[in-house]
């Protein structure tokens, strides 16, 4: 850390933390509830959870990408903060709309609170992750417009490079692409057009963009490669996000009423979205081949290459097993698609938070890197919630799998409910693993909590002893 | 010592001469009724052409046999899987 | 001691390696695109070749005679800063750059005839492929001309030399890569029937 403006990434990243905890327990509920229907009924329906669960995974990486912002673009325009107490302004007011937005889910029937809202004057509620009432998604504008406005200034005055243009334009990229949130016509089409934009543009095309500009600046941080060498990759790894994912919209276009030719052009394009998966992995493990040094903090490291790792595995991979006409024709919203959602979401934008957080968080704190024991701490936090992520979704693709043979493929198929119960199994598997998940989460957190920092001295004899 | 390598002037303008005739012949023939062999030249022409541009004009003729047997295959493989459907069409 | 020395000797890729991983990249795309085509026009025989016949055949040998004859302006302009001539070199650039813009007017009136036809992406499966096709690659035309118009700057303002010449094939590279599409996919959409 640099530059004294960069610590009001202290309190986004807390914030991220605390937020992604409340995310896992709606999980956990909700998982539950598959196994237990009348499970915390009438007090905390399914909807209500599920919805508490997907909005605070937006919410908190969100706030994880804004204090990365606050941490990252003075660093690399080498100059203070444009205005630090409008970015500690804004977090507040960020958190506390995100906290009333999910009491308001829980003690407030949601009719009722679109009602209260005005959403009959402007409608906008109902859609998925977009389920906020109209005042908080005008206020999640307000919160990105102060973000923009504060770091596009530190842009203006200082140094520009590579990395800043491309994570403060694609932070412009997302608020723009969240203005279709306000749009909700009548027609079904043309409603889940606009959706599609911010799902589809957000996680297939700017997001991509945010998470190459976050990994290439730890990477370059961590490992003393050139700049020049990271950023050209960057470039490649931008175009090549942009070929396939703009046009790869379309895969969400098959059978809904759009124009038929999109079950080709999606096909085609979404096809190539793992290829910059692909890149990322490839540049990551170059970088770590050419690094110029050892950076003491090998937690951060280790998320800095697992996650496009994993993100090739969740976006790429099971990304890529839905993504085909024919595929979506018999998987379209099973639990393939659930599995895929959720190992892309922690793979990709869970797991980059998390490592911009492990490398920017001692730094914050006034050490280069964490003793080795909290290290120890942080590290098996990630092995036990990257496998229990993947066992997540493996029990998840089981319960796909049943419902494609049982319902979409049979000849007489079963119904919903049937499909449901044959599918227990893994609804188990899930709720087991999730529980796994959050022990994980657990351990990650508790390493913040072991004092001291990283001593070469102590490392070193150590080391020779053993 | 290593003499820094200057594609050599003559075949890269001798190159483009010819792609400009295989060019020419390439809509000469389109507009020709349809068969198998006019498919074959067609397709043979095509590939030269390439090959023109991958080695001549990319200079990959003075690469590693690696990247020659790379593109080679590359356009085997796209001129394959056109004959083939043009094959069994 | 040697005395012959065969100038011949393997080079790597020219420019930088980076790029090259790009072009790769970008010719499987095509080359699953292509394939595409090839595979829903032998399952739709009469309708590809009944729809191919519509279209103006001179546009696309015009523009095939256009973007090769760009492609060796670079690839003089590449001998050029090899030789230490910068200026020569933005000027070869400058001249390639040119023939990308009659590319694109070129490719511009023929949809502009498209349309006033009505032909758009939902009058067949051929007309799909075609727009598709030949849009993308507009594209790559266009992203080939940004790179394309950095390098010329570039070299006009003296940053290459016979030494540093990197720069320059880096762009041009990318640039035979466009041409190389484009012969594929002129024979293949509006020759072959
Ligand atoms: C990190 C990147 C990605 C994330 C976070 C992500 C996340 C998601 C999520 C959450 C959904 C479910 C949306 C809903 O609620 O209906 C979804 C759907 C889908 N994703 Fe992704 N995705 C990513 C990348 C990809 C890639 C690269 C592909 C293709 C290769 C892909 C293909 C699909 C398809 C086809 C669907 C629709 C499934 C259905 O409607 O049944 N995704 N994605
Ligand atoms: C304790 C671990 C977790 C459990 C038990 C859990 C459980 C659930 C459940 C039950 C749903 C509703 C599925 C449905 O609508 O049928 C859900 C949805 C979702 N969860 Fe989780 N979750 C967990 C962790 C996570 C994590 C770590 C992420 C991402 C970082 C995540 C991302 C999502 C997403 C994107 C959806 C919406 C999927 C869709 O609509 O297709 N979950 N989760
Ligand atoms: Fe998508």
Redesign the interface.
């Known amino acids: 850390m640099k530059f004294q403006s960069q610590k009001v990434a202290i309190p986004y990243f807390v914030g991220a933390l605390a937020l992604f905890l409340g995310q896992i327990v709606f999980g956990l509920i909700a998982g539950l509830q598959y196994l237990n229907g009348s499970f915390l009924f009438p007090e905390l329906p399914f909807d209500i959870a599920h919805m508490s669960h997907t909005n605070l995974l937006i919410v908190w990486l969100l706030m994880a990408y804004m204090g990365a912002a606050y941490f990252i673009v003075p660093e690399e325009a080498q100059t203070e903060l444009y205005s630090p107490r409008l970015a500690l302004v804004t977090f507040w007011i960020f958190l506390t709309a995100g906290a009333l937005t999910i009491l308001s889910y829980l003690f407030v029937p949601y009719a009722h609170l679109a009602a209260i809202t005005g959403n009959a004057a402007l409608p906008t509620m109902g859609r998925g992750y977009l389920e906020q009432p109209l005042p908080i998604k005008v206020g999640i504008v307000l919160v990105a417009l102060s973000l923009l406005f504060n770091v596009t200034m530190t842009l203006i005055k200082g140094r520009k490079t590579s990395i800043n243009l491309i994570l403060v334009g694609s932070l412009w990229g997302l608020a723009l692409l969240f203005l279709p949130a306000f749009y909700f016509p009548q027609d079904t089409v043309k409603a889940s057009f606009g959706w599609w934009w911010i799902v589809h543009g957000w996680v297939e095309g700017d997001w991509e963009l945010i998470l190459g500009a976050l990994l290439g600046f730890i990477l370059i941080k961590m490992t003393g490669v050139d700049r020049e060498i990271v950023e050209k990759w960057l470039y490649i790894i931008v175009a090549m996000t942009l070929i396939s994912g703009i046009i790869g919209i379309g895969h969400h276009y098959y059978y809904t009423g759009a124009p038929a030719y999109w079950i080709w052009l999606g096909t085609i394009f979404s096809a190539f979205e793992p290829i910059p998966f692909i890149l990322l992995i490839a540049f990551s493990f170059k970088m770590l081949l050419a690094r110029r040094r050892e950076h003491p903090n090998k937690a951060a490291m280790l998320w800095a290459l697992g996650t496009p790792l994993m993100a090739f595995l969740g976006a790429g991979l099971w990304g890529f097993m839905i993504t085909l006409a024919p595929a979506q024709y018999y998987m379209h919203g099973t639990n393939f698609t659930a599995a895929h959602g959720h190992l892309a979401f922690f793979g990709a934008y869970a797991m980059v938070a998390l490592a911009i957080i492990s490398y920017a968080m001692p730094l914050l704190r006034g050490r280069i890197a964490n003793s080795a024991a909290a290290q120890r701490w942080e590290m098996t936090g990630f092995w036990i919630m990257v496998l229990s992520m993947i066992g997540i979704a493996l029990a998840l693709t089981g319960a796909g799998l049943v419902t494609v043979l049982l319902q979409r493929a049979a000849d007489d198929p079963m119904s919903f409910m049937q499909v449901q119960d044959k599918a227990r199994v893994f609804f188990w598997l899930r709720e087991f693993a999730g529980l796994a998940f959050f022990i994980g989460l657990l351990v990650y957190l508790r390493s913040f909590f072991i004092a001291g920092e990283y001593g070469y001295a102590g490392e070193m004899k150590q080391a020779l002893a053993a | ?7 050599p ?1 003559k075949p ?2 001798v ?2 001469f010819a ?2 005739g295989l ?2 012949i ?2 000469e ?3 020709r009724a ?1 068969g198998q062999a006019l ?1 074959a030249l ?2 043979g ?2 590939l030269v ?2 090959h023109l ?2 080695s ?5 003729r ?4 690696l ?1 020659r047997i ?1 593109m080679a295959a ?1 356009l085997a ?2 001129g394959g ?2 004959a ?3 094959l ?2 | 001691m040697a005395t012959e ?1 065969s ?8 420019g930088d390696f980076a790029i090259w991983i790009f072009i ?1 990249a970008e ?1 499987v795309v095509f ?1 699953a695109l ?2 595409a085509y ?2 829903a ?2 399952a739709h ?1 009469e309708m590809f ?1 009944a729809a191919q016949a519509t279209l103006d ?2 546009y ?2 015009a523009n ?2 256009v973007l ?2 760009s ?2 302006f ?3 302009a ?2 050029s800063i ?2 230490g001539r910068a200026t020569r070199c933005g000027h070869w650039l400058a001249g390639a750059l040119g023939l990308g813009g009659v590319f694109l007017a070129l490719k511009l009136a023929e949809f502009q005839q498209d349309l006033a036809h009505g032909i758009s992406l939902s009058t067949n499966l051929f007309y799909m492929f075609y727009l598709s096709l030949t849009f993308f690659h507009f594209m790559h035309v266009v992203m080939g001309m940004a790179i394309l118009a950095v390098v010329a700057y570039k070299a006009y303002a003296g940053r290459y030399g ?2 540093d010449h990197a720069g320059v ?1 880096t762009g ?2 990318y640039w ?2 466009v ?2 599409v484009w ?2 996919l ?3 959409v ?4």
């Open positions: 010592m290593k003499l820094p390598q200057a594609i002037l890269c303008t190159s483009w792609l400009l060019t020419t390439t809509y023939l389109s507009a349809p498919m067609v397709l022409v095509m052409k390439a541009i991958v001549d004009f990319m200079g990959l003075h690469t590693r046999l990247w790379v590359y493989v796209v899987i056109i083939f459907t043009c069994t069409a | 020395i100038v011949d000797y393997p080079q790597a890729l020219p790769f010719l080359a292509f394939a090839a595979f026009r032998s025989l070749d055949r001179a696309g040998y095939t005679l090769v004859t492609s060796y670079v690839a003089r590449t001998q090899k030789a016979a030494a094939e041009a590279s035979h890569m041409d190389l012969i594929i002129f024979t293949l509006y020759v072959v029937h």
